[in-house]
């Protein structure tokens, strides 16, 4: 049973271009949540999809944006990148099932350096 | 809003000994609360998670963690530290209600084992 992957592992992009992150969500899981892990930091909530809609946001600005495709699958898009956003970026799938939570399943990450 | 304080971003143990890993949460109704362990250039893996059943909740590689409503504490420990444990901890809330989806870490505790 394949878990969460994610791609490219690593990723070198220019102050004020753009850049496209994928999740493929583990089998099964049909809710997808992306995070912002800066150096030495927790990670940080940026938005979750299900059912191809965006369902939560966190404090995040709107040159983040996302998308969820029918086959769960999401990607995450970062606009007029900052050397802010240099950090490891996570993808987390998970089951709706009700009003419940179930526990969140994190892919390795994509690091993305901003230069 | 919920929010996690992990006391102490770096704690050293030797080999054998009692591992305790501290966190308190603020949360306004009943949280879930997770610990997340990650390995250098890797993504989190689920510890345990506590969903209002059992107080006292038990994880993978003998970790345990007790949940204390009048502390509002959900500590992390283990009988006796490896090698192996060597990493770094997160401890995570998210609450139950529809809305409510997204975790919210603590900044992390490295744990250093001294052989």
């Known amino acids: 049973d394949a878990g969460v992957t994610q791609s490219p592992t690593h990723l070198i992009k220019t102050r004020g271009q753009q850049v496209t992150l994928r999740c493929s969500p583990k089998?099964?899981?049909?809710?997808v949540s992306w995070y912002q892990q800066a150096l030495g930091q927790g990670p940080q909530f940026i938005f979750q999809y299900y059912e191809e809609e965006e369902r939560q946001r966190g404090n995040f600005p709107d040159r983040f944006s996302g998308h969820q495709f029918p086959n769960y699958s999401s990607e995450l898009n970062v606009n007029a990148l900052l050397l802010g956003d240099s950090a490891l970026y996570l993808c987390a799938s998970s089951l709706e099932d009700g009003d419940f939570l179930y526990e969140q399943y994190f892919g390795p990450g994509t690091r993305l350096t901003v230069t | 809003a919920q929010s996690v304080t992990q006391l102490g971003s770096h704690v050293s143990v030797s080999e054998g000994a009692l591992v305790l890993l501290r966190c308190n949460y603020s949360s306004s109704v009943p949280p879930y609360l997770f610990w997340y362990v990650q390995y250098p250039n890797q993504g989190l893996q689920l510890l345990l998670k506590?969903?209002?059943?059992?107080?006292l909740v038990k994880g993978i590689n003998d970790f345990e963690a007790e949940f204390k409503k009048s502390e509002t504490s959900f500590h992390l420990t283990k009988p006796s530290a490896h090698m192996s444990d060597a990493a770094e901890y997160f401890c995570a809330v998210s609450v139950s209600g529809a809305g409510s989806y997204q975790l919210t870490f603590g900044k992390g505790t490295k744990l250093s084992v001294i052989p």
């Open positions: 506590y969903t209002s059943a059992a107080t």
């Open positions: 089998s099964g899981h049909d809710t």
